[in-house]
């Protein structure tokens, strides 16, 4: 059974400081996507990552992926305010499968 | 840009009444999919579907909950019986390619079961 765990579940820091968001699963996965959800809202798209070694980034965040440590990190740079929100990994199962497996999601408060 | 449409955006129902969460894909997606998401928890997946049928379920999408497409633009999910426990927020999402592409999510429906 696919697990994705996340760490940490909770993190407060200052505006202006960087910040690393971990996502580990346990088996082969095609694809890893990180979203975001703001209280009561949807989940919104923030990056597939499909191949070892891919790096994206849009504004402040950039996300990696590791396929042979089945690790990917979402780092925040110079974070503010408006980052504020609870930051999800989801992988799907290599083989077909349709469903997303998605971590606990890690609570991301800026303060200012 | 086209997009998942959820209604209502929320539900209120008494304990034993059946509900209905209704969703309208994205027009040219083939692949349909519903998940749950219990207050402060992680997203959970209850079911895909194509090509007018199932094609996978979770160990939460029991005898009480059904999907059906009834006509060519929505997809439903129905809770037969509800429990208190099946209050949450329920999101569709739908796809292009299934398995080989990118699910894009609705704003969900939050279900209050009292």
Not at chain 1, 39 to 49: D, N, R, T
Not at chain 1, 72 to 86: G, Y
Not at chain 2, 83 to 111: H, I, N, V
Request: glycine letters at 6%.
């Amino acid at each position: 059974e696919l697990k994705v765990e996340q760490n940490p579940l909770f993190l407060s820091m200052q505006e202006g400081k960087n910040y690393t968001i971990y996502c580990n699963y346990s088996t082969t996965s095609d694809r890893l996507y990180w979203y975001r959800q703001d209280p009561g809202k949807s989940l919104e798209s923030l990056f597939v990552l499909l191949s070892n070694g891919a790096v994206k980034q849009e504004g402040r965040l950039m996300a990696s992926l590791d396929t042979k440590a089945r690790l990917s990190t979402l780092h925040i740079t110079a974070a503010v305010h408006d980052l504020s929100a609870t930051y999800f990994c989801a992988v799907d199962i290599q083989g077909g499968s349709e469903k997303l497996v998605f971590g606990k999601g890690t609570k991301l408060t800026v303060n200012p | 840009e086209p997009e998942v449409t959820q209604t209502p955006s929320h539900q209120v129902t008494q304990m034993g009444q059946e509900v209905i969460l209704r969703c309208v894909p994205i027009s040219n997606h083939l692949y349909f999919y519903w998940y749950r998401q219990i207050l402060g928890q992680k997203v959970e997946f209850l079911v895909s579907f194509y090509n007018n049928e199932i094609s996978e379920k979770s160990e939460i999408f029991d005898d009480q909950f059904s999907v059906e497409r009834p006509d060519g633009s929505n997809f439903t999910l129905k809770i037969r019986s509800t429990k208190l426990e099946d209050s949450a927020m329920y999101f569709c999402a739908s796809s292009e390619y299934g398995p080989w592409g990118e699910q894009f999510f609705g704003p969900g429906t939050r279900l209050t079961v009292l």
